[in-house]
């Protein structure tokens, strides 16, 4: 290890001084600003911190890339890499390089995801243990993970244990839910994908499996769908699952309607955004790295957003081009694109993915050497060890690396093109197909400095799709790489690109804006100095409208004289956006098929995949996306995802009950909080003092409630004319959660409260959470009240709140239930009933709202 990587900077900087010269560096832009300093700025396990703005997180990266480019000829200096990197302007490393590179306070990968598992896996209990244990590994040090349960046994096949039978995948699939769940990386859950194929004769329950109260809640789910099921479900006829799956002499076997099994897969992408589709066939026919696949490189599933797919225990790392920077004059008559630039820095961003690849081998090195000192048997971290070795092997054998894009939208619009038009689309591809042939350029000129990918063998590749499309495209490229070989076996992939596109300012990915300009607002002290008050709302309180435009939409309106500090009108903001190149090109306006035809033609020039989802209105029907499900398969794409705005809130099927509980019971919630629930808001009094309840409210039940007094120093203020809203679940800047609440005043404008969770005194926050959990799993309303009241507690205080709790929730008793187990205080009759939310006895009639 060297002395660069283990040397520990001295000088440590606050939250605040680091926040501040960030929205400095940042040009005023708090989120960006924030990002960066919670999630990339350099920090030991106590929070100190060791950079101040990226500028020195770029140093630190530059740094480590010069000192492995100085073991190779014609080494790139340190100079020369910070200045591609500054400013996140051209090249970005993403996510795990970024934070990881030069980090001596982490032993952490530098790899952004991993796959795991082996063809052939036996699927016995110790196999599937060790699949557990190796996912959990790789997941404390910050890797997403993927594998695949195909070789799994499908329910009732024989077993040579106590069990008889196979309990086949679904148990499997939430051992590793489960897993997933129960570990933090960096204060972050980790990220799983399982998947199965279609052929395997569990599959059926495999797309069924997240659909079911509480099942498999910390994993993706994608099915890896071949060409012959497709076939089958066009043309009606039957389609054969087999276990082993594909094989022609298996031991199970058995016919299904395609058709029906996909209308299923449909029906729960619609309802719910899974299962994700594979499609198998188009992936490994067009895989390079599937040439070696008797050699350990045959891919068996992707990492948790799809957009690597690989083979057991290789790993990829990411990195970013900032297109929208080669557009010279954006926004004008003479935009242009500067194709010069932009090859010269496609080979500059190989390299330095290479060079990433020796610094994720020493990374490994550090990890092996403390599993090694770790005073533990050697039975017991001999899984571990043996993986990393494992990951060690594949990523000096193969050098994988993983080169996408981001503000694609942006440099569209620079360029005066409306995304998702044809011409658009056209330009769009030529620009994918020149990253292609300059990254394969630049890994076959690095081969020639620094050796060819281990396995390198022309003869396995030269009838694969990919490599002869680029034969097709520059023949001179591939008899180079002939001459040479390559240095790397996989080069490419558009990845999401979430935290990035914050800090480069930019539309995300592939993906086009999401909005050109919305409002804000924020409350001001109307009595200071130049503050200007747009309105005040029914408690008195001061607010100020201001405007937010996406940064190349302010650029754009800067570019063409409009002035961007002016208070708008919303119908002269329409009226912006509509002289604007964003104008129809958003998110919500750009046509479905169009956009999965594109990513089919994009598809052609990634030897990886593609991360991309389909987001749908509410409204859409189930039709349309098997229609989009199709095209993408026909278009040749390698997977699609989509997303239906609210699917995640739909209803969730139970697991089977009793008839007894099914007469006592009620539908269960969904197992995942939707995002926004309706809100109920009820006032009370306890004594003398005004308390106040948000209730978020499903299926006209009560799903969770925030309470606490209304008139406090720290409490909530609100118009009593309000009695209801939406309880939004929201993320703070650190990733912490918080439950907002929202209503629209009188004069239709939006009002957000934020942070109910955090409005009330922590004690009474704890109740709620506990009373929140009953209530989320469905447990009667009248039991719940029952459990409120039966609670000892010491203070005064907290019983005050309790008994305002149990009356906040009995009003939604249904009138008519009966009160087990209390008497009435006049007659001492047990028949009580809830009567508008009231304990009433039918013997005597007396009420009591206690």
Known sequence: MSTEIAKEPKKTYTQDEAFNASLEYFKGDDLAARVWVNKYALKDSEGNIYELTPDDMHRRI?????????????????????????????????????????????????????????????DSYGGIMKIDQEQVQLMKRRGGVGHDLSHIRPKGSSVKNSALTSTGLVPFMERYSNSTREVAQDGRRGA??????????????????????????????????DDDFMSSVESGKPYTQKFPTHNSNPKVSKNIDAKKVWDKIVHNAWQSAEPGI??????????????????????????????????????????????????????????????????????????????????????????????????????????????????????????????????????????????????????????????????YRASVHTAKDRGAFQIFDAEREKNNPFILRLKDADEKLYYEMLEYGRRNIALLTIAPTGTTSLMTQTTSGIEPVFLPVYKRRRKVNPNDKDVRVDFVDEVGDSWEEYIVFHHKFKQWMSVNGLDT???????????????????????????????????????????????????????????????????????????????????????????????????????????????????????????????????GIIDDRPYEIFTGMADDEDGILLPRWVNNGLIIKSKNDDGTTRYDFQYKNKRGYKTTIEGLSHKFNPEYWNYAKLISSTLRHGMAIEKVVDLINSLQLDSESINTWKNGVARALKRYVADGTAAKGQKCDSCSSSNLIYQEGCLTCKDCGSSKCG
């Not at 490189?297 to 690989?310: A, F, Q, R, W």
Request: glycine share 6%; net charge negative; hydrophobic share 35%.
């Open 565 to 695: 500090t002016k208070n708008y009108s919303q119908e002269e903001l329409e009226k912006i956006v509509q002289q604007s190149p964003y104008y129809k090109a958003t998110s919500n306006d750009v046509d479905w098929l169009q956009k999965v035809r594109l990513q089919g033609a994009v598809q052609k020039w990634v030897d990886h995949s593609i991360s991309v989802t389909i987001n749908l209105p509410n409204d859409v029907s189930e039709s349309l996306v098997g229609k989009l499900y199709l095209e993408a398969w026909k278009a040749g794409c390698k997977g699609v995802t989509v997303y239906r705005d609210g699917s995640r809130s739909g209803v969730l099927i139970s697991n089977e009950t009793t008839n007894a509980e099914k007469e006592e019971s009620l539908t269960p919630f969904p197992t995942k909080r939707p995002q926004v629930l309706d809100a109920d808001v009820v006032r009370l009094q306890n004594n003398k003092e005004k308390w106040i309840a948000f209730i």
């Open 278 to 439: 594979l499609f198998w066939d188009t992936i490994i026919k067009e895989s390079v790295p599937d040439c070696y696949s008797d050699l350990g490189y045959k891919t068996v599933s992707t990492n948790p957003c799809g957009e690597i797919p690989l083979c057991p225990y290789d790993s990829c790392r990411l990195l970013a081009i900032n297109l929208f920077s080669y557009v010279e004059q954006p926004f004008t008559d003479k935009a242009s694109f500067n194709y010069d630039l932009f090859k010269k820095h496609i080979a500059v961003a190989q390299r330095i993915m290479d060079d990433i690849i020796d610094l994720e081998l020493e990374k490994i090195d550090v990890i092996l050497e403390k599993i090694e000192s770790d005073p533990e048997l050697e039975e017991t971290k001999s899984v571990e060890y043996n993986l990393w070795k494992n990951i060690k092997e594949k990523a000096a054998q193969g050098r994988r690396t993983g080169i996408g894009i981001t503000a694609e939208g942006d440099m569209l619009a620079a360029l005066g093109l409306r995304y998702g038009s044809d011409e658009a689309n056209k330009f769009a591809i030529e620009v994918h197909k020149t990253i292609a042939l300059e990254a």
């Open 62 to 122: 530059a740094r480590e890339i010069a000192r492995v480019e100085q073991k190779y000829p014609n080494p790139l200096s340190e100079q020369e890499i910070f200045e591609h990197i500054q400013n996140f302007k051209y090249i970005v490393p993403q996510g795990s390089p970024m934070a990881g590179i030069g980090n001596p306070f982490q032993i952490a990968s530098l790899s952004n995801c991993f796959v795991i598992g082996n063809e052939g896996l036996s």
């Open 192 to 225: 799983l994908m399982l998947s199965v194929s279609i052929n395997h004769p569990d599959a059926e329950d495999f797309i069924d499996a997240k659909m079911e109260q509480g099942k498999v809640t910390g994993a993706n789910v994608s099915v890896r769908i």
